[in-house]
Protein backbone atom coordinates (compact mmCIF):
# COMPACT_ATOMS: atom_id res chain seq x y z
CA UNK A 1 0.00 0.00 0.00
CA UNK A 2 1.63 3.69 -0.41
CA UNK A 3 1.42 6.02 2.12
CA UNK A 4 -1.79 6.21 3.80
CA UNK A 5 -3.59 9.61 4.01
CA UNK A 6 -5.15 10.22 7.81
CA UNK A 7 -8.52 12.18 9.06
CA UNK A 8 -7.81 12.87 12.78
CA UNK A 9 -11.12 13.90 15.08
CA UNK A 10 -10.30 15.24 18.25
CA UNK A 11 -12.48 17.57 20.61
CA UNK A 12 -9.72 18.58 23.18
CA UNK A 13 -5.95 18.67 24.31
CA UNK A 14 -4.60 16.27 21.53
CA UNK A 15 -1.78 14.46 22.91
CA UNK A 16 -2.73 11.28 20.96
CA UNK A 17 -2.53 13.43 17.92
CA UNK A 18 1.00 14.69 18.89
CA UNK A 19 2.01 11.33 18.81
CA UNK A 20 1.06 10.26 15.63
CA UNK A 21 2.23 13.59 14.31
CA UNK A 22 6.06 12.80 15.79
CA UNK A 23 5.54 9.39 14.61
CA UNK A 24 5.50 10.36 11.47
CA UNK A 25 8.03 13.25 11.34
CA UNK A 26 10.73 10.70 13.29
CA UNK A 27 9.92 8.09 10.28
CA UNK A 28 8.11 5.44 12.43
CA UNK A 29 4.92 5.79 10.85
CA UNK A 30 5.02 5.60 6.69
CA UNK A 31 1.75 7.66 6.67
CA UNK A 32 0.60 11.57 6.28
CA UNK A 33 -2.11 12.88 8.65
CA UNK A 34 -3.97 14.87 5.74
CA UNK A 35 -6.19 16.79 7.82
CA UNK A 36 -7.70 17.53 11.73
CA UNK A 37 -11.49 18.12 12.24
CA UNK A 38 -12.62 19.47 15.28
CA UNK A 39 -15.93 19.96 17.16
CA UNK A 40 -14.62 22.15 19.32
CA UNK A 41 -13.47 25.80 17.97
CA UNK A 42 -10.61 26.20 20.47
CA UNK A 43 -9.68 22.90 21.07
CA UNK A 44 -5.61 22.79 21.39
CA UNK A 45 -5.39 20.04 19.05
CA UNK A 46 -6.10 22.17 15.70
CA UNK A 47 -3.32 24.67 17.56
CA UNK A 48 -0.98 21.59 16.83
CA UNK A 49 -2.26 20.52 13.93
CA UNK A 50 -1.41 24.23 12.66
CA UNK A 51 1.94 23.77 13.84
CA UNK A 52 2.89 20.97 12.24
CA UNK A 53 1.76 22.57 8.81
CA UNK A 54 -1.10 20.60 8.75
CA UNK A 55 -4.64 21.56 7.64
CA UNK A 56 -6.99 22.28 10.80
CA UNK A 57 -10.92 22.45 10.41
CA UNK A 58 -13.73 23.47 12.92
CA UNK A 59 -16.84 22.16 12.38
CA UNK A 60 -19.84 23.60 14.34
CA UNK A 61 -21.64 20.44 15.90
CA UNK A 62 -24.87 22.85 16.20
CA UNK A 63 -25.89 20.68 19.45
CA UNK A 64 -24.68 19.58 22.27
CA UNK A 65 -25.08 15.86 23.63
CA UNK A 66 -23.44 12.79 22.53
CA UNK A 67 -23.76 13.14 18.79
CA UNK A 68 -23.02 16.35 15.81
CA UNK A 69 -25.96 17.54 13.98
CA UNK A 70 -26.92 15.39 11.21
CA UNK A 71 -25.75 18.39 9.07
CA UNK A 72 -22.72 19.02 10.79
CA UNK A 73 -21.47 15.04 10.96
CA UNK A 74 -22.34 15.12 6.68
CA UNK A 75 -19.72 17.80 6.76
CA UNK A 76 -17.21 16.43 8.47
CA UNK A 77 -17.94 13.28 5.72
CA UNK A 78 -17.61 15.85 3.20
CA UNK A 79 -13.82 16.84 4.60
CA UNK A 80 -12.45 13.85 4.79
CA UNK A 81 -14.04 12.79 1.53
CA UNK A 82 -12.06 16.21 -0.29
CA UNK A 83 -8.55 15.21 1.79
CA UNK A 84 -9.11 11.74 0.08
CA UNK A 85 -8.05 9.87 3.67
CA UNK A 86 -7.43 6.62 3.68
CA UNK A 87 -8.13 6.13 7.70
CA UNK A 88 -10.04 8.00 10.67
CA UNK A 89 -8.39 8.07 14.09
CA UNK A 90 -10.60 9.60 16.30
CA UNK A 91 -8.46 10.87 19.21
CA UNK A 92 -10.05 12.01 22.24
CA UNK A 93 -12.89 12.84 20.01
CA UNK A 94 -15.71 12.81 22.27
CA UNK A 95 -18.83 12.10 20.47
CA UNK A 96 -20.77 9.14 19.04
CA UNK A 97 -20.62 8.65 15.39
CA UNK A 98 -24.04 7.60 13.45
CA UNK A 99 -24.13 4.92 11.47
CA UNK A 100 -24.29 6.74 8.32
CA UNK A 101 -20.68 7.95 9.00
CA UNK A 102 -19.73 4.83 10.12
CA UNK A 103 -20.88 2.55 7.14
CA UNK A 104 -19.58 5.52 5.06
CA UNK A 105 -15.89 4.64 6.20
CA UNK A 106 -16.41 0.97 7.00
CA UNK A 107 -13.02 -0.67 8.22
CA UNK A 108 -11.46 2.03 8.11
CA UNK A 109 -12.59 4.03 11.62
CA UNK A 110 -10.18 3.55 14.56
CA UNK A 111 -10.42 4.74 18.17
CA UNK A 112 -8.53 4.85 21.20
CA UNK A 113 -9.90 4.49 24.31
CA UNK A 114 -8.63 4.54 28.00
CA UNK A 115 -9.75 1.35 29.23
CA UNK A 116 -9.16 -2.28 28.57
CA UNK A 117 -12.50 -3.12 26.78
CA UNK A 118 -14.65 -4.17 27.18
CA UNK A 119 -15.01 -3.21 30.64
CA UNK A 120 -15.35 0.68 31.33
CA UNK A 121 -17.08 1.69 27.98
CA UNK A 122 -18.27 5.59 27.56
CA UNK A 123 -16.02 8.22 29.70
CA UNK A 124 -14.46 9.47 33.00
CA UNK A 125 -13.37 5.41 32.74
CA UNK A 126 -10.16 6.11 34.25
CA UNK A 127 -12.10 6.64 37.50
CA UNK A 128 -14.15 4.15 37.39
CA UNK A 129 -11.76 1.57 37.08
CA UNK A 130 -9.95 3.57 40.17
CA UNK A 131 -13.67 3.23 41.81
CA UNK A 132 -14.19 -0.37 41.14
CA UNK A 133 -11.32 -1.49 42.24
CA UNK A 134 -9.23 -3.24 39.38
CA UNK A 135 -5.46 -4.28 39.75
CA UNK A 136 -4.92 -3.56 36.03
CA UNK A 137 -6.62 -1.20 33.84
CA UNK A 138 -5.01 0.04 30.64
CA UNK A 139 -6.13 0.83 26.88
CA UNK A 140 -7.42 -0.17 23.86
CA UNK A 141 -7.18 0.79 19.99
CA UNK A 142 -10.25 -0.59 18.10
CA UNK A 143 -11.85 -0.44 14.90
CA UNK A 144 -15.36 1.38 15.31
CA UNK A 145 -18.55 -0.36 15.04
CA UNK A 146 -22.11 0.96 14.78
CA UNK A 147 -21.86 0.67 19.02
CA UNK A 148 -20.06 2.54 21.79
CA UNK A 149 -16.54 1.10 22.10
CA UNK A 150 -18.12 -1.96 20.91
CA UNK A 151 -15.96 -2.50 17.84
CA UNK A 152 -12.86 -5.04 16.65
CA UNK A 153 -10.09 -4.91 19.22
CA UNK A 154 -6.85 -3.93 17.43
CA UNK A 155 -4.26 -3.72 20.50
CA UNK A 156 -4.40 -3.57 24.19
CA UNK A 157 -1.80 -2.69 26.56
CA UNK A 158 -2.28 -3.27 30.63
CA UNK A 159 -1.74 -0.81 32.88
CA UNK A 160 -1.13 -1.60 37.01
CA UNK A 161 -3.65 0.37 39.24
CA UNK A 162 -1.31 1.01 41.84
CA UNK A 163 -2.46 1.90 45.43
CA UNK A 164 -2.76 5.73 46.31
CA UNK A 165 -3.73 6.25 42.39
CA UNK A 166 -5.39 9.86 41.72
CA UNK A 167 -7.31 9.94 38.43
CA UNK A 168 -4.51 11.88 37.03
CA UNK A 169 -1.57 9.77 37.67
CA UNK A 170 -3.46 6.59 36.36
CA UNK A 171 -4.55 8.47 33.53
CA UNK A 172 -1.05 9.88 32.87
CA UNK A 173 0.62 6.15 32.86
CA UNK A 174 -2.69 4.96 30.45
CA UNK A 175 -1.99 7.71 28.58
CA UNK A 176 2.01 6.79 28.15
CA UNK A 177 0.80 3.20 26.92
CA UNK A 178 -1.93 5.07 24.18
CA UNK A 179 0.42 7.32 22.46
CA UNK A 180 2.48 4.11 22.00
CA UNK A 181 -0.22 1.30 20.67
CA UNK A 182 -2.32 3.86 19.11
CA UNK A 183 0.77 4.40 16.19
CA UNK A 184 1.33 1.03 16.72
CA UNK A 185 -2.47 -0.13 15.03
CA UNK A 186 -2.17 2.70 13.04
CA UNK A 187 1.64 1.45 11.45
CA UNK A 188 -0.33 -2.05 10.80
CA UNK A 189 -3.23 -0.91 9.12
CA UNK A 190 -0.83 0.97 6.85
CA UNK A 191 1.37 -2.05 5.71
CA UNK A 192 -2.24 -3.49 4.78
CA UNK A 193 -1.45 -5.98 7.91
CA UNK A 194 -4.86 -5.79 9.51
CA UNK A 195 -7.82 -8.63 8.85
CA UNK A 196 -11.35 -8.34 10.53
CA UNK A 197 -13.00 -11.63 10.72
CA UNK A 198 -16.08 -10.86 12.97
CA UNK A 199 -15.12 -9.23 16.20
CA UNK A 200 -11.89 -10.27 15.69
CA UNK A 201 -8.61 -8.43 14.35
CA UNK A 202 -6.25 -10.90 13.24
CA UNK A 203 -2.79 -9.52 12.50
CA UNK A 204 -0.68 -10.77 9.28
CA UNK A 205 2.74 -11.74 9.51
CA UNK A 206 4.92 -8.63 8.31
CA UNK A 207 5.59 -9.15 4.66
CA UNK A 208 9.56 -9.90 3.68
CA UNK A 209 9.92 -6.87 1.06
CA UNK A 210 8.93 -4.18 3.98
CA UNK A 211 10.94 -6.43 6.66
CA UNK A 212 14.27 -4.94 5.36
CA UNK A 213 13.22 -1.18 5.32
CA UNK A 214 16.01 0.62 3.50
CA UNK A 215 17.50 -1.78 0.71
CA UNK A 216 20.55 -0.18 0.66
CA UNK A 217 21.41 -0.76 3.81
CA UNK A 218 22.67 -4.46 3.47
C1 LIG B 1 -7.42 10.00 25.80
O1 LIG B 1 -7.20 9.45 27.07
C2 LIG B 1 -8.35 9.12 24.99
O2 LIG B 1 -8.13 7.75 25.20
C3 LIG B 1 -9.68 9.54 25.55
O3 LIG B 1 -9.60 10.93 25.69
C4 LIG B 1 -8.25 11.28 25.93
C5 LIG B 1 -7.84 12.30 24.89
O4 LIG B 1 -6.57 12.78 25.15
N1 LIG B 1 -10.75 9.17 24.67
C6 LIG B 1 -11.95 8.82 25.09
O5 LIG B 1 -12.25 8.80 26.26
C7 LIG B 1 -12.93 8.48 23.98
N2 LIG B 1 -14.14 8.02 24.54
P1 LIG B 1 -5.77 13.58 24.04
O6 LIG B 1 -6.72 14.66 23.52
O7 LIG B 1 -4.61 14.16 24.76
O8 LIG B 1 -5.37 12.61 22.96
Redesign the pocket.
Known sequence: MSRIRIGVL?????????AIIDSVKEGRLDAEVAVVVSDVEDA??LDRARSAGIEARYIDPARKGARLSKESERRVIDVLDEFRVDLIA?????RILRSDFVRHFSGRIM????SLLPSFP??K??MKALEYGVKYSG?TVHFVDEGV?TGPIIIQAAVPVLDGDTEEVL?SR??RE?HRIYTEAIRLFAEGRLKIEGRVVHVLPERRDDAGGDESRH
Open positions: ASGRGSNLQYALAGFMNIHPGLVQCDSILE
